[in-house]
């Protein structure tokens, strides 16, 4: 059964990605931070990076940081054998911080603006995201000039909320402009995590050294016009906070930049709680094509392609995000986003449903149902798969 509901028809209606000019070539990176480690005399955990690297299905990043693709002896984000090397302490970084968020995360926002053909007098929110930094007057107000918006925009920053935050600003925006047809919500993520790399032989340190990258990314979201293409439509979220997992996910602020914990346990815990998650949320509905998952690391892309029986293709957009981007935190889902919006243009697709997803510190996971729509008469056409939930709440 198919139905045509009024509330599923905000959208995301643009898309937009930036990264920083640096580029940090895996196994580059992997061979100059082993060699550092090595010269400090932690062996070990330069055998155990070594391998890290090569199994976190990362292949390059990016970086803001040009200091990180000096070579090992002149890095300070890596150890040293040097004690007198300055390690750059967290004003610094957030420094570089206020620095450099801001035009990667108005490139972003600019190209959201153009996917969606909205102009920036038409914005009426402004969600950003961000868990990686943080200055005052903050990311919202410089955005807010160099974007020509309004200055009686609703802004609405959203920090520290870890990765999950770029999927709960897109549920977020839905909720805000729900019921008004001629607003738009601009959300605008940027991370700038290699920032965080630390210059320990600790595990926890080298592992989150592996994969994590920087990014922005940004979208509009409104309801669509009939001229409107290549649109997701929004549906049903969910959010749910995953029991016994609250010290499995710890970010927390250090003297040398922010201390990231990233539990090995964390795939099981996903792979154990979200499938009745993502039932409750598509309550009857046959799983759909489109599967939209935030590439946490490549054991998360793996743990939900085996709970959810998922083809390579279905998982393909998140699976190249993070070898060809790593995990941006937030802005990571967008980047998804858009790369399976790129994928389905080329396929020629016509209206088809999907979900996506994302996970954060709590553990938190956020979810939605999203629906590709080529064209606005496609959507008008096919409409939604009726649950029995939104059945009986539009009755």
Same mark, same amino acid.
């Given at each position: 059964m198919r139905m045509h509901d009024e509330s599923m028809d905000i959208a995301i209606l643009g898309l937009g990605t930036a990264v920083p000019p640096y580029r940090m070539d895996q196994e580059d990176t992997s061979r100059r931070l082993t060699e550092a480690l090595s010269d400090a005399g932690y062996s070990d955990s330069s055998r155990w990076a070594k391998r890290i690297f090569r199994q976190c299905g990362v292949e390059s990043r990016y970086t803001c940081e040009p200091n990180l693709l000096e070579p090992a002896a002149n890095c300070r984000y890596f150890p040293s054998a040097d004690k007198h090397t300055e390690v750059p302490s967290t004003s610094g970084r957030m420094a570089v911080y206020k620095r450099a968020s801001v035009p990667l995360a108005a490139e972003a926002a600019r190209k959201a603006l153009a996917d969606s053909g909205v102009q920036g007098n038409e914005i009426t929110h402004l969600i950003t995201v961000s868990c990686t930094g943080q200055f005052l007057p903050g990311l919202d107000a410089a955005l807010m000039g160099e974007l020509g918006l309004r200055p009686i925009v609703?802004?609405?920053?959203?920090?520290?909320?870890?990765?999950?935050?770029?999927?709960?600003?897109?549920?977020?925006?839905?909720?805000?402009?729900a019921g008004q047809p001629y607003a738009r919500a601009l959300v605008v993520c940027v991370e700038l995590c290699t920032l965080h790399i630390q210059p320990s032989s600790d595990r926890e340190a080298l592992y989150g050294a592996s994969?994590?990258?920087?990014?922005?990314?940004?979208?509009?979201?409104?309801?669509?016009?009939?001229?409107?293409?290549?649109?997701?439509?929004?549906?049903e979220e969910r959010s749910v906070?995953?029991?016994?997992?609250?010290?499995?996910? #710890?970010?927390? +602020? !250090?003297?040398? !930049?922010?201390?990231?914990?990233?539990?090995?346990? #964390?795939?099981?815990? #996903?792979?154990?709680? +979200?499938?009745?998650e993502v039932d409750f949320l598509l309550d009857g509905v046959p799983k759909p094509d489109l599967w939209a998952i935030h590439p946490g690391g490549r054991g998360i892309v793996d743990i939900m392609q085996d709970m959810f029986g998922l083809s390579d293709k279905q998982t393909s957009a998140s699976r190249t995000i993070l070898r060809e981007y790593g995990n941006m935190s937030s802005a990571t889902i967008l980047f998804v986003l858009n790369e399976m919006k790129r994928l389905l243009r080329e396929d020629g697709a016509g209206f088809k449903e999907g979900i996506a997803l994302a996970f954060g510190p709590g553990v938190t996971a956020e979810m939605i149902r999203i629906a590709y729509s080529p064209s606005m008469q496609a959507r008008n056409t096919e409409g939604w798969t009726d649950n029995a939930t939104e059945a009986d709440a539009y009755a």
């Open positions: 609703a802004r609405v920053p959203l920090t520290f909320l870890g990765c999950a935050a770029g999927l709960k600003a897109v549920c977020l925006s839905k909720k805000l402009v994969f994590f990258g920087d990014g922005a990314s940004a979208c509009v979201v409104g309801t669509p016009d009939e001229n409107q293409r290549d649109v997701f439509l929004l549906g906070l995953l029991p016994g997992s609250a010290g499995e996910m #710890i970010w927390e +602020v !250090g003297n040398h !930049g922010f201390d990231l914990y990233l539990s090995p346990s #964390i795939p099981r815990l #996903i792979g154990e709680h +979200v499938p009745t």
